[in-house]
Each structure stands twice: as C-alpha cells, then as structure tokens.
C-alpha cells in the first residue's frame, strides 16, 4: 500500500503506467463526419507531454445510428485508421498511455441525434433531464448481439491503431449501465432479471473483446458506484459485479456514479467516490481507480499514499491545466478552482446550468486542440453560442456524461 504518486503501476499482464494519474475521458464533441481531426489528435498530444500516465478518450461511439453527443468519434470499421493511428501515435508520446472509451448511449441519445432511441426496456428517461429524449424501444436479442459484437470490433480497431489499452463505458446510465439496471432493465429473456442476467451484456462484451484481444492488451470498466436511485443499481450489486469481472481477468476498473436523471458524477463537491473506491480495492485484487473532485495536491497524494486505490483520475482541471501532472511533479501545482458557469437568468441555470458547464468544457478543450490557452471565465452564454455556432441549434438539449 506504500506507493506515491508518481511511482509506476504494474498490470497483471505486465503493463506499465509510468504513473498513478490518468485523464479522466471527456467527451471533445471535435470529430468531423465520425473522424478525428488534427486538432483533436493535438490535445492528446498536450495531455501526453503535460505528463499523464495514461488518457481514456472521450467516448467512442460502436453505432453511427445512436450517438451520445454532436461531434462523437465512431468506429464500425477502419475506414479511418489513418487519424486512428496518428491519434494513437499523439497519445503514447513521452511514454504515455491511451486507451479509448467505448461507448452505446442506449436512451441517452438526446432527441436532436436520434428518432427513436434503443434500450434494455421500453422506459423513458424520467424528470426534467427527460425532456431532451425521445422514448426508447426495447432492443431485440439481435440487436444486442449485433451491439456487443460492435462493440468488439471498435476494441480490436482500436487496437490495430495503437491505442494500448480500452474501456467499457458501464457507468452514468448509458447503455451498458441501463442493462445492469433492475430500474432500466425490465426484461424476461437472459438478458434482464437477476443480477446474473443484468451483467450478461456486459460479461459477453468483455469476453468478445478478451478473445479478440488477447490476454495482454488491457480491458478497462467504468463503473457506477450506484446510480443513486430508489429500485436501481445498489453499491452491493456494483460490489458483486466488479468482483465478477475481476474474476474473469478484467486488469483495472474505474469507479464513478450517476447518470442522467441524479448526475453525481458532474458533482462540484471534493472526492465524492473515493470511500467506496477504497472499500472495494481492499476487497478486490485487480488495480481500482477513481474519478470526481480532485483538485488538491493533498487529496491526490493522500489518497495514492493511504490507500489501496490504484490510480486516481482528473478530468475538468486538466483541462484549463494539461500540464498538471508536471506540476505536480515539479512542485508548481497550485490548487485549482473551476468556475462555476451563470446565465445570470435563475431558471436557466437551474435547468442548463451544468450543460453550459460541459460545453464550457468542450469549447475549452478544442482550443487547446488549437495551441490556446484556455479561457476564464464565468459566463455561460459564451459556450452555448459556441455549441449552436459549431452544431446548430437542435444541439441544445439536457445532456451530461
Ligand atoms: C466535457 C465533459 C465530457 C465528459 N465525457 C465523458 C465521457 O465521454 N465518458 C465518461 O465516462 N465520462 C465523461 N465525463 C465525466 C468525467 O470523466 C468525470 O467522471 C467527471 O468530470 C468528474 O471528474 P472531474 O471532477 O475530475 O471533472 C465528462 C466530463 C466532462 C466535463
């Protein structure tokens, strides 16, 4: 358990992250018909010389029919590997790691992208973040075999790129999440009921992927904590399939919460998963990172020095400051405070408040794709405009990650 920050961790398959933090995957919004652009490619770039041990990309979408957000990356084949690899390429300089996230939004796909959603079961996303999605229809056995071979083919692309590790996306309520969900998941085949059958999406995704892969390339899982809803997926279920994974030969799983309806990954206050992380990486062999409100060096430290939890995860900060771990590093890390974006207008900042947030974000990583510094300031119009400006306007509707 004595380990630092900037000690190397070790996979059980052999794999080296020259350290304990990692970039936390945000979604750019930045592709251009499906692909990334070079300014994308320069951001992981940045990131790799600010001196992170390894960046998860924003989510990479299996099926060009059901995206998460405007200017998602998707792969269904490698018609793009060229920008596939050179983005690999971008993300491995000075001994870093990428690993891509994949991701199916399920009924998380915002009305603006898609007509007719899919999901586990026929249940709409429930209050105010509800409104920015069309009901969903429940998918049939095909369509979820169809999707976990997608999801199977993007790893293998990815792998063929250069990316050295991937992600399964099974946290915030998108479709791997719904299907753990007894809320969600209201199905009688194999694929809904006990925990068991709740998991099969997923344990059948992750197999595709470790036959495909081989037993050295790491597979990564996101996962809720819970998603803090009453009937929902509990801590114990999160618990129970965490270990199950970890049986099957999962190499690290990264711990976050929420989804839609209760967004708690997006919360503002500091280290919010960190006590089940530590819970569940004593119970566990296989490496438990965390996500959500890192901001302090003494938080960082602290809980790669006191605790069993492997790697912690930075999302927001890195990006008005990609050279973080440098700084960390080097002893020129001040504590960071994000802003908090205001309309100034009381109903919409109750209402779009953490989605202007979010753009915010966007609009900052893509000028860091430009070799800007990032822009300060509190004003969430600014990033609503940039968003109607780059996607027109049907791009505003309730989303978050
Ligand atoms: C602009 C933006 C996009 C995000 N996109 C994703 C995503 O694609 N996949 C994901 O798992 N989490 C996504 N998240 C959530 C982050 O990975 C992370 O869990 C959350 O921001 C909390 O970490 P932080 O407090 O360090 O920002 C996103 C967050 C932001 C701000």
């Known amino acids: ?59 990479v979408m299996v099926d060009s029919r059901y995206l998460g957000e405007p200017g998602n990356v998707v792969i269904e084949d490698d018609r793009d590997m060229d920008a596939l690899k050179r983005w690999a390429q971008a993300g491995t300089e000075n001994g870093s790691h990428i690993w891509m996230q994949i991701n199916h939004p399920g009924k998380q796909s915002p009305k603006s992208l898609t007509k007719e959603p899919v999901a586990p079961s026929a249940i709409p996303i429930s209050g105010t973040a509800g409104s920015g999605f069309n009901p969903p229809r429940a998918m049939t056995r095909d369509e979820i075999k169809d999707t976990i071979k997608r999801f199977v083919t993007t790893a293998e692309i990815a792998k063929e790129a250069g990316f050295t590790g991937v992600q399964i996306h099974g946290a915030h309520g998108y479709l791997v999440s719904q299907f753990l969900s007894p809320h969600d998941n209201q199905r009688t085949d194999e694929y809904g009921g006990n925990l068991e059958n709740r998991m099969r999406f997923l344990v059948e995704i992750y197999q595709g992927m470790r036959d495909a892969l081989g037993e050295q390339f790491p597979i990564s899982l996101k996962i809720n904590s819970t998603d803090f809803k009453e009937d929902s997926f509990t801590e114990d279920e999160s618990t129970a399939v965490i270990k ?41 062999d296989i490496p438990i990172a965390v996500i959500g409100g890192f901001r302090k060096k003494e938080s960082m430290t602290e809980a790669i020095e006191t605790t069993d939890v492997a790697m912690i995860g930075v999302a927001r900060p890195l990006v008005l400051r990609p050279d973080l771990p440098n700084r960390l590093q080097n002893g020129t890390y001040n504590d960071i405070e994000l802003p908090r974006l205001k309309t100034g207008i009381k109903v919409l900042d109750d209402n779009i408040g953490g989605f202007a947030g979010l753009t915010y974000y966007e609009q900052q990583i893509s000028r860091l794709g430009q070799d800007l510094p990032p822009k300060k300031h509190t004003n ?3 990033p609503l405009f940039h968003l109607v400006r780059t996607h027109g306007p049907a791009a505003i509707s309730p989303r978050r990650r």
């Open 380 to 382: 969430a119009w600014l």
């Open 244 to 284: 199950k994974m970890a049986e099957l030969g999962m190499d690290l799983i990264e711990i976050s919460g929420g989804d839609y309806e209760k967004p708690k990954m997006m919360s503002d206050g500091e280290v919010y998963f960190l006590d089940y992380a530590k819970k569940i990486s004593r119970e566990v």
């Open 1 to 59: 358990m004595t380990k630092q920050l900037f000690e190397p961790l070790k996979l059980a398959n052999g794999t080296v992250i020259k350290n304990r933090l990692y970039k936390g995957a945000m979604s750019e919004g930045m592709a251009k018909n499906h692909r990334p652009t070079d300014e994308l490619i320069r951001v992981y770039q940045r990131w790799a010389h600010g001196g992170i041990g390894m960046s998860l990309t924003g989510n």
